[in-house]
């Protein structure tokens, strides 16, 4: 972890953890209507209209992040948003988080204050309430686990189960950069380890880095789909690949899909930065994962209203179970599409 040497460092002890509780909280606002009752009590008390969708993640260090070029105030804001990114997929509107914390003592008072701060710039930009937690201590570093909650109205709740054959497959945004911004800070970590005073000019690749240190989850095509009166029939955000999410969609609604490589969406930051690597784009796009875009289907009759808008890219076609899931090439060569994204359990 890169710190301070000048930083003032406060020992967690000496605040107990209630105090570090009420100390780490004290500037979250309840927003929501549905918050009846937040942090500073037994439990929450929530009271909503409509369906709730709850998510949970839990992020470890040395698993899911590396906190030598890991900011701890991107952290926490990372660990809320990858949370918010499962509430969208949803076509749902997420309301509320909870947060719970496990530090070992290398972690002064002012890292969890980053972190925080991170969690509540977070809270602010997509408008929820943080309305309960814990925090405790650990023998293997930082772990944090995340849950949200969010709403959606009866009938507008989307699953992964509703593709049917000849449906088309959208995305938003483009893909691979959080991945290639992943290489960009582990070279960068590699050559810091050579010669400790090098300092590494990164600007060259603020978009990809950014994707990866700050990635941001898309509420608003949620908006956006309900003011285009469009309901996808599917939908998955991609935290793990795009292959392995059509995977996940084309298995749990029973159906086959055509991917068009020529049609994934690929910033130029991304295609200029495998070729560097001498990595292929459209491998990185597959298998890169941490994007937290959303690929959902829609039935060919939407098609009018999403075709000229520029968040959605139709990247594949939907196909009968029997006509298999995959990728057709620049070429017209049809390769079998297979799972090759992050996994977090190895054979």
């Known amino acids: 972890m890169i710190e301070d040497k000048n930083r003032q460092r406060t020992q967690l002890s000496d605040l107990g953890e209630f105090g570090l509780i009420d100390h780490l909280t004290k500037n979250f606002k309840i927003k929501q209507s549905s918050t009846i009752k937040g ?11 409509n369906k709730i969708v709850v998510t949970t993640d839990l992020l470890i260090e040395g698993v899911h992040f590396d906190l030598s070029y890991m900011p701890l105030k991107h952290l926490g804001y990372k660990a809320v ?15 509320q988080i909870t947060v719970s914390v496990a ?36 023998n293997t570093g930082l772990l944090i686990s995340v849950t949200a909650i969010g709403e959606v109205s009866d009938d507008k709740e989307v699953y992964r189960n509703g593709a049917k ?11 691979g950069a959080a991945y290639m911004g992943l290489q960009i800070l582990e070279r960068e970590k590699e050559v810091y380890k050579v010669n400790p005073s090098n300092q590494p000019d990164l600007g060259h690749y603020s978009y990809i880095i950014e994707r990866q240190l700050k990635p941001e989850a898309r509420k608003d095509i949620v908006k956006l789909l ?3 009166e469009v309901k996808p029939t599917s939908m998955i ?11 996940h969609l084309c298995k749990q609604s029973n159906v086959g899909c055509d991917l068009y490589e020529a049609k994934i969406p690929l910033d130029p930051q991304v295609i200029s930065t495998c070729e ?34 520029p968040n959605f890219s139709v990247i594949g076609f939907i196909k009968e179970k029997s006509e298999g899931i995959h990728l057709v090439t620049r070429a017209e060569t049809k390769i079998p599409i297979k799972a090759q994204g992050w996994k977090n359990f190895n054979d």
Request: proline content about 2%; hydrophobic content about 40%.
């Open 39 to 49: 942090i500073g009590d037994d439990a929450a008390v929530l009271k909503f209209k």
């Open 165 to 175: 054959p000849n449906d088309l497959l959208v995305v938003t945004g483009d893909l």
């Open 226 to 228: 309900n003011d285009l």
């Open 276 to 309: 560097e690597f001498n990595i292929d784009s459209t491998t990185v796009a597959l298998n890169g994962g941490e994007d937290y875009e959303l690929l959902f289907t829609i039935s060919q009759e939407d098609f009018p209203k999403v075709k000229a808008n």
């Open 237 to 247: 955000d991609i935290s793990d690949g795009l292959s392995s999410e059509i995977i």
């Open 103 to 138: 530090v070992s003592n290398r972690f002064p008072l002012e890292a969890l204050e980053d972190l925080y701060a991170g969690i509540e710039t977070a809270a602010k930009i997509y408008n929820i309430d943080v309305v309960g937690g814990d925090t405790t201590s650990s």
């Open 81 to 95: 948003v990858v949370n918010l990114s499962d509430v969208y997929a949803m076509n749902a509107t997420a309301t």
